[in-house]
């Protein structure tokens, strides 16, 4: 999926740019099981029309690492891993994107406290479609267990107002009345509380 989104940014500028296009991954081996069976360099495709190679240069990095190199680096960092943009405390989410499946409990709560209307997004394909945000969560039980039991001040909220995000929800509903293309994979424990004693109604 990210690597389909990738297309026609590529596109574009390799046709601004006049060369190819290189995209730099920051993938490391501490953020999962699959990445760290990713070999460091590899040929993903290649053939008359061009070639395409994965490096991932910090790959074997710790976490520890990254953030030591960020204490002077020339580009900054993604404002989400702070408590609020500009802290530098690292309080924040510890992935860059925005209600990733692969995240915590507490970055996904983080995430709605941040996002409230990419969360609500969420939840309505969840409810159209079937699907499950993830295969222990349901999104909809994470908002009401935001709302009922409390979740990580947010620090920053953002609007979502803008013309880009009008056109993601536009786009997400119009998919939303096409027939589906999978069956729906709903959670395999959707009646566990999203914590000890919730309030919020399952």
Request: aromatic share 8%; hydrophobic share 35%; proline share 7%.
């Amino acid at each position: 999926m990210v690597s389909s989104a990738w297309t026609p940014i590529v596109n574009r500028l390799k046709r601004e740019l006049g060369r190819p296009v290189r995209i730099l991954m920051g993938l490391r081996s501490d953020e999962g099981p699959d990445r760290k069976k990713r070999a460091a360099f590899r040929t993903v495709q290649a053939n008359s029309a061009h070639a395409v190679d994965e490096w991932l240069p910090i790959k074997d990095w710790s976490t520890e690492a990254v953030k030591e190199w960020h204490t002077d680096a020339p580009v900054p960092y993604c404002w989400t891993y702070d408590s609020v943009p500009g802290a530098g405390d690292w309080a924040g989410t510890s992935r860059s994107c925005s209600l990733c499946v692969f995240a915590s409990r507490h970055d996904v709560l983080l995430s709605i406290g941040r996002r409230p209307r990419l969360a609500d997004l969420y939840a309505e394909v969840e409810q159209v479609r079937g699907d499950s945000f993830r295969v222990d969560w349901r999104i909809t039980d994470l908002i009401r267990h935001a709302a009922a039991c409390g979740a990580p001040d947010p620090g920053v909220v953002c609007p979502d107002d803008g013309l880009e995000f009008t056109a993601l929800e536009e786009q997400v509903r119009a998919a939303l009345e096409q027939e589906p293309r999978k069956e729906p994979y709903l959670a395999r424990r959707t009646r566990r509380s999203p914590c000890d004693g919730c309030a919020a109604p399952l």
